[in-house]
C-alpha cells in the first residue's frame, strides 16, 4: 500500500491529508483558491490521489496553511515510500507553462536539501503570496526527504511560473516513485 493519511492540529492549522501514490479521487480545501489550484494541478500531473483539508489562521495570511500544508504531504510521502526499496529515487522535468518554463530534479535520497531560483514578477496570485513558493516546497523537501532542485528557467507571469514548478515537481516526482523492483537503490544499501 503506498498510501498515507494524516492529521496536524497546532494553533495556526488543522489539516487532514490523504496521500495515494497510486492514484485516486482529488478533493482539496485549503482556503486560499490558487493554492488549491497548484495542489490539484500537482495531483493530475504525478498521478496521485490527494485529498486536503485545511483550516488555517487566513486572517493573519497564508503562510502557515502554505508551509503546513508542505509539511504534512512531506509526511505523507515519507510514509508512502517507507523504506525506498524499489524505487527509481530520481526524477527530472521541463515544464513549458506559456511564456514560462519550469525546471525540477530530485532525488528521494533521504538528505532533505532545497535549492530554489524562481524569482516571482508579480508578488500576489489572487490570494496566495507568490513568495509562498520557497515556502511549501522547503517544507516538503525536509519533511519528505528529498534534495530538491527548483529554477523557473524564464517567465513574465508569476502565476505561469508557480504552475510550471508544481507540475514540474509533480512529473519529477511520478519519475521518482515509480516501482523498477528490486531493492533500494544505493551503494550504501540504504536512503
Known amino acids: 500500500m503506498r498510501k498515507a493519511e494524516i492529521t496536524r492540529k497546532t494553533k495556526e492549522t488543522e489539516i487532514e491529508l490523504t496521500l495515494d501514490l497510486d492514484g485516486g479521487t482529488r478533493s482539496i480545501e485549503t482556503g486560499i483558491g490558487f493554492f488549491d489550484h497548484m495542489l490539484d494541478s500537482f495531483a493530475v500531473?504525478?498521478?496521485?490521489?490527494?485529498?486536503?483539508?485545511?483550516?488555517?489562521?487566513?486572517?493573519?495570511?497564508?503562510?502557515?496553511?502554505?508551509?503546513?500544508?508542505?509539511?504534512?504531504?512531506?509526511?505523507?510521502?515519507?510514509?508512502?515510500?517507507?523504506?525506498?526499496?524499489?524505487?527509481?529515487?530520481?526524477?527530472?522535468?521541463?515544464?513549458?507553462?506559456?511564456?514560462?518554463?519550469?525546471?525540477?530534479?530530485?532525488?528521494?535520497?533521504?538528505?532533505?536539501?532545497?535549492?530554489?531560483?524562481?524569482?516571482?514578477?508579480?508578488?500576489?496570485?489572487?490570494?496566495?503570496?507568490?513568495?509562498?513558493?520557497?515556502e511549501f516546497m522547503r517544507a516538503l523537501a525536509v519533511n519528505a526527504g528529498l534534495t530538491l532542485h527548483l529554477k523557473a528557467e524564464y517567465g513574465d507571469n508569476a502565476h505561469h511560473i508557480t504552475e510550471a514548478l508544481f507540475k514540474a515537481l509533480a512529473r519529477a516526482l511520478r519519475q521518482a516513485v515509480t516501482v523498477t523492483g528490486g531493492g533500494v537503490l544505493s551503494a550504501k544499501g540504504v536512503l
Open 45 to 134: 500531473h504525478a498521478g496521485f490521489g490527494l485529498a486536503v483539508r485545511c483550516k488555517g489562521d487566513l486572517a493573519v495570511d497564508g503562510h502557515h496553511t502554505v508551509e503546513d500544508t508542505g509539511i504534512v504531504l512531506g509526511q505523507a510521502l515519507s510514509r508512502c515510500l517507507g523504506d525506498k526499496a524499489g524505487i527509481a529515487r530520481f526524477g527530472q522535468a521541463f515544464v513549458p507553462m506559456d511564456e514560462a518554463l519550469g525546471f525540477c530534479a530530485l532525488d528521494i535520497s533521504g538528505r532533505p536539501f532545497l535549492v530554489y531560483n524562481a524569482p516571482m514578477p508579480q508578488p500576489m496570485c489572487g490570494q496566495y503570496d507568490t513568495c509562498l513558493t520557497v
